[in-house]
């Protein structure tokens, strides 16, 4: 029954984002107020009829319905309750529809938060929102329907995938969509903008806030899948330039340049057409990372379905909506204005020469990702890109942002000059190259790419800290008093970019000093790593809820005087598959140390890997700092009271009804 | 605090020569030749994974082919030739950096040349300019108010 | 209207055909280096009398399939009852290497599902797979009368595989 409803709920909702689609839009080209009208509740109501849908499903996983093929494929009764809530994005049609209740989570913000904007401007943005549902909610329903039912009915279901089966599955998706999604809002605003022919500073300034939250989320998505992979993949990697985690990059990568573009478009006029095509792209990425992972297009770790029909499905959707846009953009966008007029040397330059490295480095992991593709379809051989490749591609076009990410801030608009900008860095600039020269050494050994790394760090640092005195020189009153002058955007600013330093000193020390043994070890034998001792003390059996385990146990020294005890495990899941790594690693501010457990060798001996990470959570810290930047910008004061005056208009509501 | 002072030291600690106690075996090999063959095994594909090196897969192909890395360090091949036995068996597909030839030119130097390509458009457009609006012009304040006052009429542009 | 805005849907555009050509290939698949090449070496010890060793040497003068097989092996249960109909109608001799496979095992495999192989080969430790590029089992190899490799099948052996590509081309190779 409850399967049904939510069949019936989603079948609901399609027509509803038909509505959502056509209606309002067209509303709004031939001003017909009732129309325009309906996009508001039409979108809550679309809300109302995916979560119901999701709600569902959801149920089914927690009940084990297993008369649900989607909840027999991907759930088992043994599964604890809370991976079974979890499960409900853990497949195909599940993540897909996860993917729908986020747009519809993002529609119905729209809905609620827009009560400043002309009302033909909502109707175009929640108009192009209900396209892109509808389309969705066609593909669910044609090809991935999550609700399909199976007969005869399994005494128990199959189990999900145990690389799924841990807290970062419940996280990750969830905040991951939610900024893939989020970029949708940007896209609709880029969209409904062109549409209206209004692109503008005020499109800038609505766009912002929503561009800023989708990228705040996407940030987080990515730092805990990141982390996941890091303790659950069993090799201490935490980024391997997988397919996937490109499709998810990419766009954080555009969402990034369009975060800079909207300020410059916001505050100055300035690029509209420019800006407009990232906020198109940004969500193209998202569309086309979809289509990445769903068609099985190119293997990765995260390989799940793979289906031609539905590649095929979501590549026709691709080209009406990606296609649609950018040929929409082809015919409109050149009616923009040009904007303000700046310097060749000029904070607008600098924000450009970022939007041109990102985009850059956004091209490198596209053709890196897709390379192997077109080299397959022109029948030229079959080759990898890994690794090896994104990274000596990817830090040379990195490293000249880093540096201005230093000079932006103190860069002025319109106009600035050099020996000013020297004047104001140069004992920024000094500090951080004898710093980079000289910490190192404090590490143990000197090595040219840590030195490198670090004077990246330092210099951002100690830019922004000259960024923070030059603001405060203007006020004249107490330190927190002057703390509390400035915009919250303005302290976003300064965090999102504290956090970049913090995620670059966190690869430098890692790449540069990380240790690793893999060793044969006999109970009773030691294993010495980073400056500690592991001593191999025995195995155990452990049962979990649904799965055996035999995990080691470990006794860290220091010097002869105890740290603690690690047990890595490996899990055989009682419904099968291979057999699960599960590392052992004490986190720290400065270093982790990391244990897992590999083969079974003769003798009772056990293949061990013994990693020591400096800094290593100095990366996730760097992207949570990126991340809470971005809602502190968003908590600024400008933008609420931006809204209220905006309620304060009178004529607005009026005139629009 | 112990804590604190725990995890400080590793960090600094970490490239100290490894003490040689009473330590386990390492896998067969002394800590340069171990090391070389971690270099080997994290840029080469293990074919019967989804993604993912040598060195971190445990499927039986992936653990057979460190040994026959392991083997051939022993046996003083270079990493050049090792690489080559791999590509002859397998082909390019195994090497995770692709090698450089007529058909990788554009991987190789697509980024370079998205880099020039970018700058190059950057600046011929900002030389371009023409005398564009004055800054933050007195319409485009009036515009944005009447856009957010919800007013219809569209401006000419 | 502006020529170079039409930019980005061009890009596109290219980009989707190639993504459209993408869905109909397996990003798996990966063809061997070895086609046109001699056989690898070796001389194994045989599944049926381990005193007794065969090889590539054996084989020369004649086209030959080589058929990687293994009783742990799930797949190769899907293409073994075309090998057994292959093998009856004698066309071409099929040696099977049973890789990384006890020999135990791999004896009641054949006398379970039928022994379709002139002759197979034990390869323990996986080093004869190694050495062809085996990385998928089953596999299938034919060899000329040079020993040289023609063509490889990745995975289970299709009827039409079969009947298209294999059969033909053993023929060919056999009048030549």
New interface residues.
């Given amino acids: 029954m409850i399967p049904e409803i939510g069949n019936f709920a989603l079948i609901l909702a399609l027509l509803l984002a038909l509505v959502l689609g056509t209606l309002p839009i067209i509303g709004a080209a031939r001003?017909i107020p009732a129309w325009i009208g309906l996009a508001r509740p039409v979108s809550q109501g679309l809300f109302l009829f995916v979560v119901t849908a999701w709600g569902c499903l959801a149920y089914s996983f927690i009940v084990s319905d297993f008369s649900v093929l989607n909840v027999a494929t991907n759930s088992n009764s043994q599964l604890p309750v809370y991976y079974r809530f979890a499960a409900t994005w853990g497949s195909h049609e599940g993540s897909m529809m996860l993917w729908v209740f986020m747009l519809a989570i993002w529609t119905l913000a729209v809905s609620l938060k827009s009560r400043?904007?002309?009302?033909?401007m909502v109707a175009r943005v929640l108009g192009v929102m209900g396209l892109v549902s509808f389309g969705f909610l066609l593909f669910l329903l044609l090809t991935s329907n999550p609700f399909d039912r199976l007969f005869p009915v399994p005494a128990d279901g199959r189990d999900l995938n145990p690389l799924l089966q841990d807290p970062g599955m419940v996280a990750h998706p969830p905040m991951l969509y939610m900024g893939y999604v989020g970029f949708s809002v940007a896209f609709a605003f880029a969209i409904a903008a062109l549409m209206?022919?209004?692109l503008?500073?005020?499109w800038a300034r609505w766009s912002r806030p929503w561009t800023t939250l989708a990228w705040s989320f996407l940030s987080i998505g990515i730092m805990i899948g990141s982390w996941w992979a890091y303790y659950t993949?069993?090799?201490g990697?935490w980024w391997?330039w997988?397919?996937v985690e490109n499709a998810s990059f990419m766009p954080w990568l555009v969402g990034t340049a369009l975060l800079h573009s909207l300020a410059v478009t916001e505050k100055?006029?300035a690029f509209k057409?420019w800006t407009v095509?990232l906020a198109?792209?940004a969500f193209?990425l998202s569309l086309?990372g979809t289509?990445l992972v769903r068609?099985?297009?190119?293997?990765?770790?995260?390989?799940f379905a793979t289906d031609?029909r539905r590649?095929?499905f979501i590549?026709g959707f691709?080209?009406v909506v990606?296609?649609g846009s950018?040929?929409l953009?082809?015919?409109r966008?050149?009616?923009?204005?040009?904007?303000?007029?700046?310097d060749?040397m000029s904070r607008e330059?600098m924000l450009?020469?970022n939007n041109?490295?990102l985009?850059?480095a956004t091209?490198?992991v596209l053709?890196?990702t897709?390379?192997?593709?077109?080299?397959?379809?022109l029948n030229?051989?079959?080759?990898?890109?890994?690794?090896?490749?994104f990274d000596?591609?990817f830090v040379?076009?990195m490293t000249p942002l880093v540096f201005l990410m230093g000079i932006g801030p103190l860069a002025r608009w319109?106009q600035t000059t050099l020996p000013d900008l020297w004047h104001l860095l140069r004992w920024a600039f000094a500090i951080s190259v004898v710093m980079a020269l000289v910490v190192p050494f404090?590490?143990?050994?000197w090595k040219p790419l840590v030195s490198f790394g670090l004077l990246l760090a330092f210099w951002v640092v100690a830019a922004t800290v000259v960024s923070i005195r030059e603001r405060m020189r203007s006020v004249r009153s107490g330190f927190f008093a002057q703390i509390a002058r400035q915009p919250r955007s303005y302290w976003g600013m300064v965090l999102a970019h504290l956090g970049i330093a913090v995620f670059v000193v966190g690869v430098t020390?890692v790449k540069g000093?990380?240790?690793?043994?893999?060793?044969?070890?006999?109970i009773g034998?030691?294993?010495?790593?980073?400056?500690?001792?592991f001593r191999?003390d025995g195995i155990s059996q452990q049962r979990g809820p649904n799965y055996q385990a035999i995990r080691g146990a470990f006794t860290v020294t220091?010097k002869g005087a105890y740290?603690e005890n690690l047990y890595p495990e490996k899990r055989q899941y009682n419904a099968g598959g291979m057999p699960m790594?599960n590392a052992a690693i004490d986190s720290?501010?400065?270093?982790d140390?990391y244990v897992s457990m590999?083969?079974p060798v003769d003798g009772g001996?056990w293949?061990?890997r013994v990693y020591?990470k400096?800094?290593i959570t100095w990366l996730w810290g760097g992207f949570l700092m990126m991340a809470f930047g971005g809602f502190l910008a968003l908590s600024d004061r400008r933008y609420r009271v931006g809204a209220q005056?905006?309620v304060a208009?009178p004529?607005?509501?009026a005139?629009?009804r | 605090m112990t804590r604190l002072a725990r995890i400080v030291l590793p960090a600094l600690f970490a490239l100290l020569p490894l003490t040689a106690a009473a330590d386990a075996v390492p896998t067969d090999m002394d800590p340069a030749s171990a090391a070389r063959a971690v270099k080997l095994a994290e840029k080469l594909r293990c074919l019967v994974c989804q993604n993912q090196t040598i060195l971190d897969s445990n499927a039986e192909l992936a653990v057979d082919l460190r040994r026959q890395i392991r083997e051939q360090i022993a046996a003083g091949r270079t990493d050049d030739e090792i690489s080559t036995y791999m590509v002859n068996r397998y082909g390019d597909f195994v090497l995770y950096q692709p090698p450089v030839k007529a058909t990788t030119l554009l991987l190789w130097g697509g980024p370079a040349l998205l880099f020039f390509a970018g700058f190059f458009v950057l600046i011929r457009n900002l030389r371009r300019r023409p005398g564009a609006e004055a800054s933050l012009t007195a319409e485009e304040h009036e515009e944005a108010s009447r856009l957010l006052a919800g007013d219809n009429r569209k401006p000419d542009q | 209207m502006n020529k170079k805005l039409m930019i980005p849907l061009v890009l596109f555009l290219v980009l989707t055909g190639f993504l459209f050509a993408g869905l109909w290939r397996d990003p798996r698949e990966v063809p061997s280096p070895l086609i046109g090449k001699p056989a690898p070496q070796f001389a194994l010890a045989q599944l049926a009398n381990p005193a007794a060793t065969l090889g590539t040497a054996d084989m020369k003068g004649q086209v030959w399939l080589l058929n990687v097989w293994a009783s742990w092996c799930v797949s190769c249960r899907e293409e073994h009852p075309l090998l057994v109909e292959l093998a009856k109608a004698k066309l071409v001799p099929i040696i099977g290497l049973d890789y990384k496979d006890e020999a135990r095992a791999g004896k009641q495999w054949l006398t379970q599902n039928g022994d379709p192989y002139t002759t197979s080969v034990m390869d323990r430790d996986g080093r004869v797979g190694i050495d062809f590029g085996v990385y998928g089992v089953p596999e299938t190899f034919v060899i000329d009368k040079a020993g040289t490799i023609r063509y490889k099948q990745i995975g289970p052996i299709t009827p039409e595989a079969l009947e298209k590509k294999i059969l033909p081309l053993v023929r060919e190779l056999q009048k030549s």
């Fill in positions: 001003r400043h904007l002309p009302d033909e209206g022919g209004r503008d500073a005020t993949l069993g090799w990697g391997f997988d397919p100055r006029g057409n095509l198109i792209c193209s086309i289509f068609s099985g297009v190119l293997t990765s770790v995260h390989a031609p590649g095929v590549l691709l080209i990606i296609g950018l040929a953009y082809a015919v966008a050149p009616k923009v204005g040009l904007g303000s007029r700046f060749l330059t450009l020469a041109v490295l985009l850059a091209g490198s053709l890196g897709l390379y192997p593709l077109f080299l397959d379809a030229l051989g079959k080759i990898s890109v890994g690794p090896p490749y000596a591609v040379p076009l319109k404090a590490a143990g050994e020390m000093y990380e240790t690793e043994r893999d060793v044969k070890m006999s034998d030691t294993v010495s790593v980073g400056g500690y001792t191999f220091r740290v790594t720290g501010l400065l270093g140390l590999g083969e001996a293949v061990i020591s400096p800094f005056r905006d208009l004529r607005g509501s005139a629009a």
